[in-house]
């Protein structure tokens, strides 16, 4: 039922973010699936696909490309907790739609790949002159965990950001039916410095549809729950699976409770259009309370490919991306077959204890922060900027030219 029903959408509607493939790439791409599915393999992240499924960036920075930094520097400026923890939530449904576009899978991640930018707002942003940075790095390979911290700058020397999103996530994904699910296990949270609040909500789940019936796009399914550890406010957010015969794709509802476990707020919409807020105490309606709106999109800046560190995402992947974006397949392939191998050949290393590995950017959070659940269980390393030229593939080159010896 569900391949019916992916076909029809590709047939009938037009999503954005939609990508269609030749017969051919689709036939290709079946046949891989087909053979992975009946080797009772589950872990999609471990399935041999066709180069060309790949968007051309990688887990690692998929979720940082682009900010919606307004919404972002917006959240501690808030007059009240209520406003807060709203703003968090805008800054939220932004973030997902940021990669409404997103076509294809990204590539999986790298054992020790890291990524860094910083993002300015725009020119009639009320933020203009402020910095956002972010980081994000593969903590662990099997399973995929990816530890992430994005701030603002401190706007005078010595201070303390504002707003901070950070979090330790891993990532299971498997087929149901002709869709791929990938599920987030682990916390995020937004911290506010200056207001001593924390929000602490989980991700829904990921739905690539469409990908096995020749066209493609992004969903989500499933609840989030926000809570302010501090304030006792909590939400709860429902993103909706489209019914089978009507209705949209991306509908969301969403109820903001106080400390009493009263309803004092609903949103409803679809966060890759709208998202209105009604106030259920005063009976104010704020329509647009979340607006995707691509001007307000900011991309990331990052250095120039040939002044990043090695295990730097972008340059990582250069030689995979730059053939699959000239249409030349088969090199992209190649390029890709041997930066995996390599990666093989680390785990062996260390599974062997031959080899010793660690994060670069990342360490384990503070235990008594972990057990109270305020902390990831990685957080960003205070040194971090002095070991991002770290790097074991030069290792990992000797010993695969010297076993082909």
């Not at 489209?242 to 919409?269: C, E």
């Not at 040194?383 to 000797?398: C, E, F, G, N, T």
């Amino acid at each position: 039922m569900s391949s019916k029903s992916d076909r029809e959408l590709a047939e009938q509607e037009a999503i954005p973010g939609e990508q269609a493939y030749n017969n051919e790439d689709t036939a290709h791409l079946n046949s891989s699936v087909k053979n992975f599915m009946t080797s009772g393999e589950s872990d999609v992240t471990k399935l041999k696909a066709p180069v060309w499924i790949n968007e051309g960036d990688s887990m690692i920075s998929r979720n940082l490309s682009q900010v919606y930094t307004d919404h972002f520097l917006d959240i501690p400026l808030g007059s009240t907790p209520e406003e807060r923890l709203l703003r968090a939530m805008r800054f939220f449904f932004s973030h997902f739609s940021v990669n409404l576009l997103t076509k294809k899978k990204p590539f999986n991640p790298i054992t020790g790949e890291f990524f860094r930018g910083s993002y300015s707002p725009g020119e009639n942003s009320p933020h203009k002159g402020r910095k956002i940075v972010s980081y994000s790095e593969l903590i662990n390979h099997r399973p995929i965990v990816i530890g992430f911290h994005m701030e603002d700058v401190p706007t005078e020397e010595g201070g303390q950001p504002t707003v901070q999103y950070y979090g330790a996530i891993e990532i299971q994904a498997g087929f149901s039916g002709m869709t791929i699910r990938v599920k987030v296990l682990g916390d995020c949270f937004i911290r506010l410095p200056q207001h001593n609040e924390t929000y602490r909500f989980n991700l829904p789940l990921s739905v690539l549809r469409g990908l096995l019936v020749g066209k493609s796009f992004m969903d989500m399914n499933g609840e989030t729950k926000f809570e302010c550890l501090e304030t006792g406010l909590s939400a709860s957010i429902n993103f909706k699976e489209k019914p089978w015969f009507f209705g949209q794709y991306r509908n969301i509802s969403a109820t903001v409770r106080n400390a009493k476990d009263k309803k004092i707020y609903k949103l409803d919409g679809n966060w890759g259009k709208s998202i209105d807020l009604e106030n259920l105490e005063t009976g104010e309606k704020v329509p647009n309370f979340f607006l995707r709106d691509v001007a307000l999109e900011i991309p990331v800046t990052m250095a120039p490919v040939e002044e990043m560190e090695e295990l730097e995402s972008v340059r990582l992947w250069e030689p995979v991306v730059t053939p699959l974006r000239a249409g030349d397949n088969p090199a992209a392939e190649r390029a890709k077959d041997a930066l995996e191998h390599l990666q093989r050949v680390l785990l062996k290393e260390v599974d062997e204890n031959r080899y010793t590995y660690e994060p670069i950017l990342f360490a384990p959070g503070p235990e008594e922060e972990i057990k109270k659940s305020t902390a990831p269980t990685f957080v960003l390393r205070p040194d971090h900027a002095s070991r991002v030229s770290r790097s074991w593939l030069p290792d990992m080159v000797k010993i695969a030219s010297a076993a082909k010896k």
